[in-house]
Each structure stands twice: as structure tokens, then as C-alpha cells.
């Protein structure tokens, strides 16, 4: 049965009931559900919609139509969908191999395979649910963070699910000229094959997702983000150079490191109090004996113009303040067999799907952090990350891990930014390890996590990096040199510093971390000072050539900040991505489409980083229909051609375009 329900159109099959409504312009929610109704009010991934227009439905027997601005939906007599932009062409099209279809398309098929499956978990109302495609001749691109190489992502097998350094943001970009969502958090997998697109959750009430269609990529990225939500506007201080390190053990050892950045002339904007300054886990405040005077200290950086990131885990251990208490409110993530510990010290993780447990958590950091003017945190372990990532192990408030994990640094990020809200901070800015979509609107700073220091490495962060600005999030940093193992005397990790730092200057932050080696020893036995730190970490910790390569761009970026500003603006105004493929400024451009080694840092500067080791030259095209300056030579060529350009070790080729802001140099 098919019927029209004000804007919505309704088909009612045996248990399945489907619903397909517009949802902003051009765009289409589409919800199916083996309930007794549609849920209407999962508070996943899209904002309430404001902006429907009217919706142009048509029903014909047992076939259907609904159009929406430049998108349109068939139904089909099977209950097959189809969707198609405003000139006719076919955007993307269910899977459906099934007997006696020749009413839809003049063929039958044997395989007996739906296009939306839902396979009840029994004893349970949810669903493991399968919605399948049909393989376009497309390339896709977004979905959040992923440790591969691969900016194109067709071909590709994803994990719908959250670990350290894999965020999951299901929302992906097509070059047919449409968007998809998929509004649905559980824990799951695509599938981008050649042959079937295949969808999957775990566990699952209903089938949610949304389309839009679009005639460039930039058109496609702002219906999304009107309807996922945007940043807010980045403060000033975001787009300076950011220090860290594993990790600064006192406030002395500190504030030592901003005092020898300011004498020696150096740009620094913020500066990072990194994990394990706290007693214990769970307590959400500095250990004294360490950290003895943070309001001075906040105070003194701040005559520096430097303001103070400070790391929050959302852990709580047994010999924590807090644990007792936040055990009998249940505040704490339950597990389904077992002890809930995990092992990140014998801790368990806050239920940040809880309301209750985020205001706790809020009320502690607000007594123990904020009061001294600490406006930043770097929201760390925000997967979270369990013991071999046991997904069916876990419980919230909310539902089950399978079923709403994917939810929880979103979550995470909430509670900063509605406390810091509540006291009336306009632009909130936090560092966050993880990501659903959705995070963006509360302030999330995303980086790539725990990654290896090595050249294979920089070039999954060059994709990730891209892939996760077109899933909807344009915050996004990365360690620079990476995580683990670079050794600060080993001249093989000096070439990867010094690439990974000129590729840093043009990311959206620019921030410096990493757990060097060799290690130092812990400075006690309890509290603050049982954790050992990494080497130095700082710009002239690696002799001086590498020094004069970070100073260089330390001093460029300091060029780059207005024009920073206002490519935030777009982000927080339109939900651009800061860091952008080639193909999203010069659609028109064929050969754009193709370059996966090339990126373009807001609307005019295109830079081609260096990503393997011993290369000092390389290849660079120049998009069509116009002039480019080189950055390094003044140099200005005419765009549709590839161009040899050096690159030795201070230098990677930096292009600006139609010869514009002069302010931007060496």
C-alpha cells in the first residue's frame, strides 16, 4: 500500500513500513522499519529539519514518485527505491535480485536477494540490518578517518565502528553528484564493492539514512552540513602553533618550554598539559605536588599570549575520588559478562550517554581546571578505547554498544562543549581523539591518533585528513612525526619530522606531538609523578637544520593566520572543509578528479606535500583557467599542466592562486 502523509511518502508491505520525506533542500530522509511505526526522534546524526519546501508526490497503482527540489525518488512495485537529479540521470539505486520482478525492470532473478534485510536478533526488538546498492561507475570520497592510503574510496571495505586513530563518520561524497548519509550509529560495516555497495548494522531498530543531490561537491558539503550541524567559529588562538609533547611532568618543566619559545622569537599559541598529571584516574584534577599553582600558571602563559590545553580521559579507576560515587548513580559503562574493567589501569569508562554522568564529569572539570582559565581540553580515549574493542561487551545508559557505540565521542564532546556553553564561552575549541557525525557542532578538534612515525604513516593522515573534512568535519590535526617511535638522534626520523611539519603548517591546526625516544624515567612512585615522559620534543630538539625548517614554516603560518580566519568562517558558516581535494575548488577540472597526492588549504592555496623519503623533487598539476604563484620562486605559471618542481629538504612546493595574498610568504 502506498499513501501520501502530508509531505512524507508512505509504503506499507507486510511488516516493513518505509517512509521517504524531504529533508532540507534537495534532500531526502529515508526510514524503514519492521516496527509498529517509524521512530521519529533518534537523536542521531541529523538536526530537526527546518527547511522541507513541498514535496511533489505522485502515486500511480503500485508505483510512486516523490521530488524534492533536484532530487527524486522512485518506488518501484517490489518497494525497490531509485533516486535521480533534476536532469533525469540515475544517482544511486537499490540491489534487488528477486523472482518475479519483471513488472519493475523486465527480469527476474534466482538469488532471492532484498535490498533492505532485517534479520531479527531473537528474543530482542532490534535487527541486524543489510541495504544493499548497485556498484556505480564512481569514485567516493568522506567517511570519516581511516589508517590507509587511499583517498578515493571505491573498492574499499570500511569498519563502521571507532578505534585509536579510526574515526567513523558515515556520510560520503560521490563524483555521480550526490551525498549519503548513514543516519545510524551502531556498529557495522560498507562495503564499496564493484559489483554491490552493501550497507550493514549490527543492531537496529530501523534503516535511516539521507540523500542529497547536488551539482558540485561544494553544493553537496553545505546541504550536509545544514543538515548535520556546523563548527562554531574557531577562536583566534586556534590557528597558531601548538606545542606538545609525552609529557611535560611538572609546571616549571613547562612553563620552562613556553619561556625558551618566547626567547628565542618563536610563534607559540597554546601548550599542552598531556595525560596522568592527576593523582588517579577519575579524579579531573592536578596532582599539587607536581602541578602546585595552576592559576599562576595560566596566568603567566596568558602575558605570553599562550593559552593551556589540558588532557582529560574519560577513565575512572578504582582508588579514584569519584569511583564509589559514580558507581551507585550509575554513571560508570556497564559490561554484559564479566568485570566492566578495562585495561588502561584497571579503570572503566564514563557512560557519556548519560545525561547525569556528563554534568558530573562537567562540575569536576569546571571546579578543578576551568575556574583557572583553562578554556581548551584535549578530550582523550573518546572511542572509547576498550579492551580489544569487544563491542558486544558493552552497555549504556542508552542502549548497547552494537547498537548506539558509535555515538559515544559525539557524546564526549557534548559535555565540554554544553558546560563551557553554559558559562558563557562563545568559541568552544577541544581536541578530541574520535568522531561521529554530528561532533562538529560541539567544538571538536579531531586528530588522528596513536599513529606510527614513519612515511607510510604520513601518507594515511594526507587521506584521512582530506576524506574526514569531506565527511563533515573541517577540524583536523595530526601528530606531527607521528606517535610512536621516533627517535630524536636518528637522522631517518629528521626527514620524516621535517616533511610531516611542512605538511602540518598547511593542516587546519598545527600542532606538535609525539612520544619520542629515548624515554626518561618517572620522577616518583604515586599520583602525577608515576608516569615517565618521551624525549624532547620541542622545534630545536632535532640539531640545528631541522630547526631551521620548522622556524621557517612556524614564520610562514604566522603569514597565513588572516587568511586562516576567514577560511574558518566558511567552515563555520557553510560547513566547508578547511582541507580540501582538488576536485571540491575545480569541479570543472577533469585532471582534478584524479589527483590524490595534491590538496588545497581553503580557497587559493594548493600544496603538494612530499610523502616518501629521499625525494627532493616532484610532479605538481595546476588546475584550469588560472595563474598560479609559486610560493618558493615567485614564479607564476598558467594552471592545466603538470610542472617538475624541486623539493629539497627544506621545501615542498606551495602554490597561490590568480596571485593572490601577497601577505603570504617566506
Known sequence: MLKQEGNRLIRRFDAEQLCIEPWGANSFRVRASLQASILENEDFALLPCTETGSAEITIEGNRASIVNGKIRCEVLPSGKLRFFNQNGTLLLEEYDRNRFREEDEGFNSALEINPRTFKPILGTDHYSLCVRFEANDEKLFGMGQYQQPDLDLKGCILELAHRNSQASVPFLLSSRGYGFLWNNPAIGQVTFGKNLTEWRAESTKQMDYWITAGDTPAEIEEAYANAAGKPPMMPEYGTGFWQCKLRYQTQEELLGIAREYKKRNLPLSVIVIDFFHWPHQGDWCFDPEYWPDPAGMVKELREMGVELMVSVWPTVEENSVHYKEMLELGYLTR??????????????????????????????????????????????????????????????????????????????????????????????????????????????????????????????????????????IPWWTTDIGGFHGGNIHDPAFHECLARWFQFGAFCPVFRLHGDREPHSLPLGTTGGGKMGSGAENEVWSYGEEIFRICRKYMLLRETMRPYLAETMKQAHEKGSPVLRTLFYNFPEDPVAWEITDQFCLGDDILVAPILYENLRERQVYLPKDHSWRDLNSGKVYSGGSSILCPAPLDTIPVFIRDDLHPEISF
Open 335 to 472: 559490561s554484559e559478562n564479566g568485570k566492566r574493567m578495562n585495561h588502561l589501569g584497571n579503570t572503566c569508562f564514563v557512560d557519556m550517554t548519560n545525561p547525569q554522568a556528563r554534568q558530573y564529569v562537567w562540575e569536576k572539570l569546571k571546579e578543578n581546571y576551568y575556574k583557572y582559565g583553562i578554556k581548551i581540553f584535549w578530550l582523550d580515549e573518546a572511542e572509547p578505547e576498550y579492551t580489544l574493542y569487544a563491542y558486544d561487551q558493552y552497555r549504556y545508559q542508552r542502549g548497547t554498544d552494537l547498537e548506539i557505540g558509535n555515538l559515544y565521542p559525539r557524546c564526549y564532546s557534548k559535555m565540554a562543549y554544553d558546560g563551557m556553553t553554559a558559562q558563557g564561552q562563545d568559541s568552544v575549541l577541544n581536541l578530541v581523539r574520535c568522531a561521529w557525525a554530528g561532533s562538529q557542532r560541539y567544538g571538536a578538534l579531531v586528530w588522528s591518533g596513536d599513529i606510527d612515525s614513519s612515511f607510510r604513516s604520513l601518507r594515511n593522515q594526507f587521506a584521512a585528513g582530506l576524506n574526514i573534512g569531506l565527511a563533515g
